[in-house]
């Protein structure tokens, strides 16, 4: 079974469980379980050789992962400047404020696309960032949870993907094995890389069509008609005192600390060079985990200490939304350590050589349609093990085999190709951590945000992957991208205008 289709069989099982019965944790713990199975199975370890695999090797590997610990520390710590924020009343001035500036849904969304672009550090971040500031805005003008979850999730990692200082650009740079060059050969593939390019259209386009269908339609409906019944709003303990920078002002400091802390851990203080390069050296070296941990315990020393000098939050009163953070986000830790366990094991199962060798096998006289192969390949695959960058790692190393030479233009779009169909599949997956994140900054149900996205994130695919099959023939990136722009528009004024005349 290792090294074999039915590596991915477990992380398959657990997305259709989670999709068809709606329910996330047995879901996926089904997955870890069959996965634990195969592996003893195939080693033939019998009962206690599946148990270690399953919580030895799986379960405690994860959750003793220094990367993975730095990630549940920032989200405990997130949640517990979130509940800092709410308690002081800043949540709720920023929601007046906004009720006041911002007049319509539309611009609501348009603010939250707005702020999720400008968030492109790292998509972590940006999922609980974005989410804790806009819910306010989103809730006064009758957004759903699952919309807001969306335009959340769509502004993280394909916004990260396509921004040469992030996270992401670190982790693709590391994988290509071409020392300084891998940041240069990350910044051409940007034009490249239609599913990241396509979910903005998308955004803009379905917010100023002022629609949605699928399961996001019936969310955003259900809504409205409760809106219609109920004028009542959600009342939460705030302080009377609470103004609208109680919330910017510890949001703009967790910015700044979690910039500070990224280039710090990537070794920008310790470095003599040119600024800039400088900089950008310090993001390719930085460990995300580390920085974002730094920066926010940071942030939320600065947030207490800032809140006692206001006089709006005391010491205690801070101190007792510590354990009110943590249980906000215990849902999302509980997804996590779960969708970590199984990777764990699909990974010592095989997939990555698996894939590895579909991957390798397609090349040849189908070169030109390899771009269009690799997409579908990387979306499958990091839908089915929840992870981009783990992703990238297999794919963008033999795309470089493939194509050893520096000047081949296939060589840019199937790298491009690969990370556009990373992002496809990690968009998609209810085991990814930047969906679950997505789902915990909106605080919604997580099975309700991944079906719901899960027509939008297709279409766009879809789009993606016949722009894909006319770059691999035209090798030039700005006429793909119109065609595709154009089959997308159409696309959905074509499922508008369906639906319309289904409801007359």
């Not at 997305?15 to 996330?24: N, S």
């Not at 600390?257 to 710090?264: E, R, S």
């Not at 995300?288 to 205690?316: D, Q």
């Not at 794919?395 to 491009?416: E, G, H, K, M």
Request: net charge neutral; glycine share 8%; aromatic share 12%.
């Amino acid at each position: 079974m290792i090294g074999t289709f039915w590596s991915l069989v477990p992380a398959i099982v657990a997305i259709a469980l989670a999709l068809f019965t709606k329910e996330v944790y047995s879901s996926l713990f089904i997955g870890i379980v069959i996965g634990g199975l195969f592996y003893a199975i195939d080693a033939a370890s019998g009962f206690t050789g599946f148990l270690t695999h399953v919580f030895n090797d799986g379960m405690i590997a994860q959750l003793s992962d220094s990367y993975n610990v730095g990630i549940l520390i920032f989200l405990v710590i997130l949640g517990i400047m979130v509940a800092m924020m709410n308690k002081a009343g800043g949540s709720a001035a920023f929601g007046e404020w906004a009720k006041k500036h911002i007049k319509t849904k539309v611009g609501a969304q348009i603010a939250t696309i707005c702020l999720g672009i400008l968030i492109f550090i790292d998509d972590y971040f940006n999922c609980l960032t974005v989410g804790s500031v806009m819910k306010p805005v989103t809730d006064k003008h009758g957004v759903s949870k699952e919309k807001l979850a969306y335009l959340i999730d769509s502004t993280a990692a394909p916004i990260c993907i396509i921004a040469p200082i992030s996270s992401w650009a670190a982790a693709v740079s590391g994988f290509v094995s071409e020392g300084e060059n891998g940041l240069a050969l990350f910044i051409k593939a940007i034009p490249y890389n239609y599913y990241a390019l396509f979910t903005i259209v998308m955004l803009f386009a379905l917010v100023f069509m002022r629609f949605d269908y699928g399961s996001m339609s019936k969310y955003e409906k259900a809504l409205e008609m409760m809106n219609e019944k109920s004028g009542d709003e959600e009342k939460t303990e705030t302080k009377a005192g609470g103004r609208v920078y109680d919330l910017i002002i510890p949001i703009v400091v967790l910015i700044v600390a979690c910039t500070l802390g990224m280039i710090y851990s990537g070794g920008f203080f310790d470095k003599e060079s040119e600024s800039y390069l400088k900089f950008i050296n310090a993001f390719s070296e930085s460990d995300a985990s580390v920085g974002l941990v730094l920066g926010s315990f940071a942030a939320f020393v600065i947030t207490v200490i800032y809140y006692a000098c206001r006089k709006v939050l005391s010491f205690k009163e801070s101190m007792s939304c510590v354990p009110d953070g943590f249980k906000a986000m215990v849902p999302a830790i509980l997804i996590l350590t779960l969708a970590w366990t199984l990777k764990g094991m699909t990974d010592s199962l095989g997939a990555k050589d698996y894939v590895a060798g579909l991957v390798a096998n397609s090349a040849g006289a189908l070169k030109s349609f390899l771009p269009a192969i690799v997409f579908i390949i990387a979306c499958l695959l990091a839908f089915a093990t929840g992870t981009s960058w783990g992703t990238f790692g297999i794919l963008i190393p033999i795309c470089i085999a493939v194509f050893p030479q520096a000047t081949d233009p296939l060589r840019i779009i199937c790298i491009s190709a690969c990370m556009a169909g990373a992002v496809c599949g990690d968009h998609c997956s209810p085991i990814s951590d930047t969906t679950i994140m997505a789902s915990a900054g909106a605080q919604c149900n997580h099975v309700n945000h991944v079906s719901s996205q899960i027509p939008y994130a297709v279409t766009v695919a879809a789009v993606s992957f016949v722009s894909f099959v006319l770059a691999g023939f035209i090798k030039n990136p700005i006429i793909p991208f119109i065609i595709g722009a154009a089959i997308l528009v159409g696309t959905l004024f074509l499922i508008k205008k369906l639906q319309a005349k289904k409801a007359a």
